[in-house]
Structures are given as C-alpha cells and as structure tokens.
C-alpha cells in the first residue's frame, strides 16, 4: 500500500470481527455514548430484524436479504490481525457488548451454534477480547463471566459507562426479541446482513490526519443542511431574513449542544405529525431517511410554490414559532421538573417512547400561545405515559414499532383534528374510554424474564405518589435507578417455608413474584436483608417508604396525612400492616389490589386532564323522555390494539391454534398445562390470571429456570394422547401455506 493511499471496503460484522483485533489510540475520546443512542442503535436493529423475521422468503434464503448499513469506520492496519481504530469507537464498543449478552442469552437457552459464532466474533484467541482496551478490560470480564461490576471510585467515565450501558442492553434486548428463536435467527442475521465500509489509512499518522480532518475541518452537509439550500434557493430576495430564521430556530433546540442531530429530529417529527400522509408507513420512512428529497418531491402538497417565495418563508416561520414552543417541552423530557407538569414526557424518553414527540407536534400549532401548547403536551405526554401502564400490566408488548402504531395511526389522525385545549382533552378521553380493559384486571400480574424495566417503573411510580400524597420526601428518579434501589422481594426463595401453605413450587414462584410481594429498597438495605424472613424484615421497613412501611405495626400513628390519603381514596383494606404469621396468599392478593388500585388513581383519566365522556345509557334503561334528548357521541367500539407479535399470536390468528387450546410442557417428569388465549397469551393453569406474553417466559416460570425453548416444549395434545410441539405445528402450517408472509 502506497503511502497515504487509501482504500475501503464493505464487511459484514462476521468479517470485521473474525480472528482480528482493536486497539483504540490515545487520541480518542471516552465511551460516551448514553441511553438515546444506544437506544437508538438497539432498537433499529432489531425493528429492522423484525421486518427481514416477518418475510418468510427472505427467512429461506437469507443472502437474499437486505443489508443493514451501520455506517463507515476508519483505521490503519499496524501488523497481520491487528488493527488500530482511528473513527468508530462508540459503534464497536457497543457492537461487543451486545455480543456478550447475546452469547450469554444463547448459552442459557443451549444454542451452541450463536454461542460458536458469537466467541469467533468476541475473542481473538478464545481469552483476549476483540476490542483491546484495557480499561474496558474488568467491565467486559464480569460480563462475560456473568458477574455484577461494582462500579468504585478509581474507575473510569468509561468504565462506568460501560456497565450501565451494559444493563441497557440486557433489558433492550429483552424487549425487543420476541422469544429464544429470535435470538438464534437475530444473531445470525446480525453477524451476515450488518455491514460497515471500513477504510483503510496507511499507518497511524495518516490515520490521525484523517481523524482531525473528519471531526475538525467542516462536517459533511446533512440533510437539514441540504434543505435550507433547498429554501433559500427559493426565497428569492429574503435569504438573509430566512436564513436569520433558521438559525434562531436551531438556537431554539439547542437544549444540548452535544445532541446534533435535534434538529433533524424536531424537522422530521413536524413533518410526520402535520404532514406524511396519515397510514402511509412509506412517507414516515422517506421523511426519517432523507427528508429533504421528501420534502422536494412533496413540495406542492406541502404548499412550496417556486413561484411563491413567500409561501417558503412561511415554511420556515411556522418551524420557528413550533421550535419556539417545543422546547420546554423539549428540555422537559431531558431532566425532571415537576413543578412544570411535564414529568411524563421524561418518563416516556426514559421508557423509549420517543416517538411521542410526532404526537405532541400534531397537537401544536405555530399560533397557539406558550401556555395553551404546553398544555397540549402535558395531556398526550399523559396520555401515551397512561398507554404504556396498561400495555405493561396487560403483559403486552411495548416495542418501538407499537408505539409508533398507536402515534402515526390512532393518535396523529386525531390530534390533527383539534384546535383548543379542550378539544385535545375531548379526543384523548374518547380514546381512553374506549379501552375495554381496567387496570385492576391484571391480578396477578408480576414480575418474569423480560420485563424488570417495567415492573421497576409501576413501583417507582406508585411509591412516589404514595409518599407525594403523604408528604414525605422522595425521588422518583432515584427509584427508577437500579443502582439506588433494588427491587424487593418479601419472601426470599425459600420454597420450604410456606410449603404447607402453597404446596405448589410453580404457584409459590408466581405468587412471590407478583407486584403485591415486591416493593422498593436502596440496594445496600437489600442487601443487608439478603433472604431473611418477613416476619424479621417488617420492623426494619418503616425507615424506608410508605408502601413497605405500612406493614409494620403503628406505622400509621402520628401520621395524619397517611391516614387521610387512607380515608380520601378508601384504602382501609389495602393499604394496611400484616402481622408476621399472615398467609403468604392473603398478604400478597391484597398488596397485588393495593398497587392496581394505586395505578388507577396514578393513571386516572380525569386526573391526568382528559374530558371522558359520559357512558352511554343502556337501551333497556333509557326511558320516553329520554329520546328525546340528543346523547354525546361516544364511539363505543374498542379501539383496536396491536396484536402480539409472537408466533403462537400469529397461529391464533391464522386460525392454526385455537383459544383456549390446552398446552403442557413437562420437566423433570411433571406435566405443566397452560391455556392459550385469543391474543395469543400463555396462561398457566396453575396460576391463572394476567396471560404471558412469550412461550419462553411461561415456559421459564413452570420449570423455575432462567430460560426455556418454549416452541420446543410446550406441546398440544391430540384425542389420541400424542403430542405435539408448538415448533413443529408452525413448521408445518408454514409449509402449508396457513401461515404465510406477514406485513410490518
């Protein structure tokens, strides 16, 4: 290679991490990258895994697929199977640590071959690690060997970073792949259809040069930058004026001088919310890929006459006066300021419904004054915060692509509509009265394999209402973090000490796992109790928050706010104390009641700002007179909800499984039943109750193990007493064409 030549080409992650290794040079920068890009990364491409999963054809011949392009990457090759990375950094650190959880994931479920390929891709030699960075070195040990990293004071932003970022990923990963087939499907198209264009520098100093000339000598037009030109090619003699617009609108979103990309952001939500045309899945793709060749292929929609200039200055202006008004709404979701009454837009950032953004925009009009948008905010904030509960206590998913169902399909078309506060208000509580499901319905709903994340929010939410209404002190989001506050259980995982009680192992895993036994600790009081019993650990509750504090004996003395919380909400029954010898059962139904009760009083239409309407009067009921009079128009037809996406949900649906079809899974010669609801939800016969969401997940809780391959073991028996797999049946009606392509 001649000297600064430089040359490139496209590589699969399989080739770019197979038998090479990655120094970092001095001159880069920490790992940096927080929740919103990784986030970001994550959940692109797992949704865009989902789309390829979803295509039967391009499932049987996968080289068909297309490639998922991660971007470019510059380094310089010192020596055979070493490689210095000069630009990339925050990409492969977080490509690795993925790798690791999904080794980790696969060698639980016992898929040798993700766990083969994902070591090639890991380690050089079977010990070093294929990113070489020592500091990283002892965050990446713990991971791999499957150990918690105590993060201490001599380590690292980097190394703290790492770990927390770690944990991210655990739990995005969690959410995003339906079951343990996915993964082993997802680790291979990840490694074969994810490519990056590396580019070669000759050695080091070249390297270098290209370094400062890409992060230091001018960025490369974007696309927001391509669509100014666009505007004021077309302004005519009021480009200075224009142009004066647009930096003061980009001023207006600079909440964070390291976020570039807000602007980008903030142009093509506007243009979905107020614009894209409503249903049209490929004008949202156009707009969120290249959003300036959209807006030029849409200018006459968009009213951008090139014979009227005045109409692209407008453009431009109402951009201005919507920055102007977005942005508390904006810094709202990046730090928490409940005294401004948007802390749900924060929550929802926090629980990757970022797309609530485009909802909050179809709200918002350039004309509205300060006040009257932030109120519309504040309303779809609680309104999508209100969604993401009940989907959670349903035990549905909550993935990126159904948060963007519920926005650009059921939310931007109505929101749209609306001019006033009050008639967003009206809009949302029709849609809410519309649910044909209440939050007190999920009896026994708790915790289980993928959804920690969420199980912590309901308690982080219901324990700083309990202790704002009580006046005692409290942070929310110190109880969101899991490295403040663990989440309690109030029995430890000792079987025999209620086996009389709950003879049952299976009954006894659920039950200690339902929001009613869990609570809220700082994690080194919970550690301190390690597995205590709970008649030793309610005295030492009080010290900490209400709701594990009521179980103590006169916690409620001296302490009138509590008690007319108790009073005003009639929560005498719920929220009490229990004596150390009451049953296991009593005291977690009604705790299970205490917190569904609590997120209907959190979660309350009417308290979160929506105009209900009035439901409407049974036929039977409705007299002469009544007649007469004209009733509020109520659609009162459930709005239709996203469907699970697993594959049991889709053989229900394909009409190959029926409701209500009985399953059994047998392990360690007992035979577990389950029942399969009309939505595809696996309900444990021994249980009852709140369905679950995966095969895996129901499968994991009947045999008492971390992971199950539910498609393999829960089998449908026949008349004859044969039975068969979940996997075979939906191999099968694949083959016979009963389950065939799927959409998006």
């Known amino acids: 290679m001649g000297a600064d030549e430089i040359k490139s080409q496209g590589l699969n992650l399989k080739e770019l991490f197979h038998d090479v290794s990655y120094q970092i040079d001095y001159y880069q920068r920490d790992y940096t990258w927080g929740e919103e890009e990784v986030g970001t990364l994550l959940r692109d491409l797992c949704g865009t895994f989902r789309n390829w999963s979803r295509d039967h054809s391009l499932v049987r011949r996968p080289g068909n697929a297309p490639q998922y392009f991660l971007g470019p990457f510059v380094y310089y090759e010192p020596s055979r199977r070493r490689r210095g990375l000069v630009d990339g950094q925050q990409r492969f650190v977080t490509l690795h640590l993925t790798f690791l959880h999904l080794r980790a994931r696969a060698k639980d479920l016992g898929y040798d071959r993700p766990v083969d390929r994902l070591n090639r891709a890991i380690t050089t030699d079977g010990h070093n690690f294929a990113i070489g960075i020592s500091d990283h070195e002892p965050v990446l040990r713990a991971i791999s060997e499957g150990r918690m990293y105590e993060t201490g004071l001599g380590d690292s932003l980097s190394r703290r970073n790492l770990w927390a970022r770690s944990q991210q990923i655990v739990a995005l990963l969690a959410a995003e792949l339906d079951d343990s087939e996915s993964l082993a499907k997802f680790v291979d198209w990840l490694l074969d259809r994810v490519v990056l264009v590396a580019i070669r520098a000759a050695d080091e100093s070249h390297g270098y040069r290209m370094f400062e000339s890409m992060n230091d000598r001018g960025a490369r037009l974007t696309a927001v930058d391509l669509l100014k030109s ?26 964070d001088r390291e976020d570039t990309a807000a602007p980008s952001r903030f142009i093509k939500a506007v243009l979905m919310a107020r614009h894209a045309r409503t249903g049209n899945a490929d004008d949202r793709h156009r707009i969120d890929t290249n959003l300036n060749v959209w807006i030029r292929q849409n200018a006459e929609r968009l009213g951008l006459r090139s014979d009227r200039p005045e109409q692209f200055m407008r453009f431009v202006t109402d951009l201005l006066d919507t920055a102007r008004l977005f942005r508390p709404f904006l810094a709202a979701s990046r730090e928490l300021k409940q005294e401004d009454g948007l802390e749900t837009a924060l929550f929802n950032e926090r629980n990757g419904l970022g797309a609530q953004t485009v909802a909050v925009l179809a709200a918002i009009r350039p004309a509205d004054v300060p006040t009257v948008a932030k109120e519309k905010g504040r309303l779809v904030a609680n309104f999508i915060d209100r969604w993401h509960a009940l989907r959670v206590l349903q035990d549905l998913p909550v993935q990126s692509s159904d948060i963007a169902e519920l926005v650009h399909t059921v939310l931007v078309p109505d929101l749209r509509k609306c001019r006033t506060v009050s008639d967003v208000a009206r809009a949302l509580g029709e849609l809410a009265a519309q649910e044909s499901v209440s939050m007190t319905d999920s009896v026994t709903f708790g915790l289980r394999g993928n959804n920690a994340l969420q199980v912590r929010y309901l308690l982080a939410r219901t324990t700083a209402f309990v202790e704002d209404a009580c006046e005692r002190p409290y942070d929310v989001l110190a109880y969101l973090d899991w490295k403040q506050f663990h989440i309690e259980h109030l029995w430890a995982k000792h079987h025999s000490r209620v086996r009389t009680e709950i003879p049952d192992p299976v009954v006894f895993r659920t039950r200690r796992n339902q929001l009613g036994g869990l609570g809220l600790l700082r994690g080194r009081e919970n550690s301190s109790f390690n597995d205590l019993p709970l008649a030793q650990k309610i005295p030492l509750y009080p010290r900490h928050n209400t709701l594990l504090g009521i179980l103590s004996a006169d916690f409620d003395v001296r302490n009138p706010a509590l008690r007319s919380f108790i009073k005003a909400n009639k929560l005498e029954r719920l929220l009490r104390r229990f004596g150390p010898n009451d049953p296991m059962t009593d005291v977690v139904r009604t705790r299970q009641d205490l917190y569904l009760r609590l997120c209907e009083l959190i979660w309350n239409p009417e308290r979160l700002g929506f105009t209900v309407p009035p439901r409407p009067i049974e036929p039977e009921q409705t007299t002469a007179a009544d007649q007469t009079v004209t009733q509020p128009r109520v659609n009162s037809a459930p709005r239709r909800t996203r469907r699970r996406q697993t594959d049991v949900a889709k053989m229900v649906e394909a009409g190959v499984l029926k409701p209500d079809t009985s399953i059994v899974l047998t392990y360690r010669s007992v035979d577990h039943w389950a029942t399969i609801d ?67």
């Open 230 to 255: 666009f505007l004021l090619s077309n302004v005519g003699s009021r480009e200075d004026e224009l142009n004066a617009r647009w930096q003061e609108m980009l001023r207006e979103l600079a909440t």
């Open 678 to 744: 009309e939505d595809g939800g696996i309900v444990l016969k021994a249980t009852g109750g709140t369905p679950f969401g995966r095969v895996d997940e129901a499968g994991a809780v009947a045999r008492g193990t971390k992971t199950c391959q539910g498609m393999n073991e829960w089998r449908v028996e026949d008349e004859q007493g044969v039975r068969v797999s979940l996997r075979i049946l939906r191999d099968q009606a694949q083959v016979s064409g009963l389950l065939g392509r799927s959409g998006p």
